[in-house]
Every structure is written in C-alpha cells, then in structure tokens.
C-alpha cells in the first residue's frame, strides 16, 4: 500500500474532538489527517469502518495511510501540534467547497442512500451522526455536502464500534436519518444484507491493512 508524505502542514479545524489538520502530502492531494490526539483505537476504527463503508458502496472521501515526518513535526510553529504527531496517520481526502451538512441537505440526499447510511451505522454501533436542530437539541452530523458535486460525502467513524457498557441504540433517534426505519422495504434490505455480507467476506484483507504501529495501546 503506498503511503503519501506530508510535506506541508496547513491549517487545523476547529470542529469535533478530534481536530484533525489539514495537510499536503506529496501526491498532490490534501487530507484532513488524525493522530495522537485521536488515539490508535480511533485511527483503527476509522479506517475499518471507512473501508468497510466504501465497500458497501456510500461516498465516503478517499482514505490514505499518511506519512507524518519528525522533521515536519519539530520545525513546525503550529500550536499544539504534538496533537497530530509523526509517524503513520489516517487521511481523509479534503473535499473542495464542501460544507457541513444540516438538515435542508436531508431531502436533497437518494432515498437509497439515507437507508443505506443508516443501516451502515447501526451496524458499526456508530451512534454519532446526529444532526443539528433535529429533534430539538444540537447534534454533530458527521457529513458533508459536496457543493460541486450536489452530493453526501460520508466522513468520521472514530467513534465506531462501540463497546456493549457504552453502546446505546436509543441514540438512534437522533441520527440524522432516523425517520429512515419505516420505509425500509423488503427488497432494500435483501440488497443491504448482500452488501454487507460482501464486506465481511474482505474483514480479513481490511485488518491486514492496518499498520503495526496503530495495533499497539495509547501511551504504552
């Protein structure tokens, strides 16, 4: 698998927990790109689930395994940025022009792919696609909205596969699609269920594409 070298560190966002940096990586690409902040159990999380994703066919942006260099890291001004640390990170493809989904995006998104979406994070136990102003509380939907393209863009799976002390299906009343679970008809789920079976059936390939150095524990 070949791994893009960031070569130039740009900006950080401001937005989720996370904070990932927007960085140039010598492929002539951009990518939103994780690290120590996230964790190793994060950086694993979102690559399975992406991968897992990208396989039952929602658009989620490119992924790369990301080359982080000490060097970069120690000649960098930029505050805090023992957050992103060297080594090998997780990159999410920067969409040009994109903006953050809300809820005026809903009815501009296939019906297909709102189920589809929905049952892909039930499965993960991804919990964390809430959207804002959805059923009076604030929310985080996780989304963007590819204005060049007129299109979902699914990103963020940090917070996927959640442990049973933590996993709360009644949190699925939130999700930005809820309404979704009355109109799954037979045929879509036979189609959801062929999907998701291929997807299993290339676990093993996934996990072995995850590096060494992700597998280990934080701070250990």
């Known amino acids: 698998m070949l791994k893009p070298e960031i070569c130039d560190i740009r900006r950080r966002s401001r937005q989720g927990a996370t904070q ?20 190793n159990e994060a950086l694993c999380a979102e690559w399975i689930a992406g991968r897992i994703g990208q396989i039952m066919g929602l658009p989620i942006p490119e992924m790369a395994q990301v080359i982080v260099p ?14 992103l640390g060297a080594g090998i990170r997780f990159g999410s493809s920067h969409v040009e022009g994109a903006q953050e989904f809300d809820k005026s995006h809903v009815g501009l998104t296939e019906e297909p792919l709102r189920q589809l979406l929905l049952v892909f994070d039930v499965w993960i136990r991804n919990t964390d696609r809430t959207v804002s102003r959805a059923y009076g509380a604030n929310g985080n939907p ?6 060049a393209g007129k299109q979902l863009r699914v990103i963020d799976h940090n917070n996927a596969f959640l442990l049973n002390d933590l996993y709360q299906p009644s949190e699925y009343a939130r999700h930005v699609f809820a309404e979704e679970r009355q109109r799954l008809t037979p045929k879509f789920k036979a189609d959801a269920i062929a999907r998701m079976n291929n997807a299993l059936g290339q676990l093993d390939a996934i996990m072995e594409e995850i590096p060494e150095a992700w597998k280990t524990v934080d701070g250990i």
């Open 20 to 39: 990932p940096f927007l960085c140039r990586a010598d492929d002539g690409r951009q990518y939103w790109v994780k690290g120590t902040k996230a964790g």
């Open 70 to 83: 000490e060097e970069l890291i120690a000649a960098s001004a930029m505050e805090k940025i023992e957050e």
């Open 142 to 147: 996780n989304l963007l909205w590819d204005t």
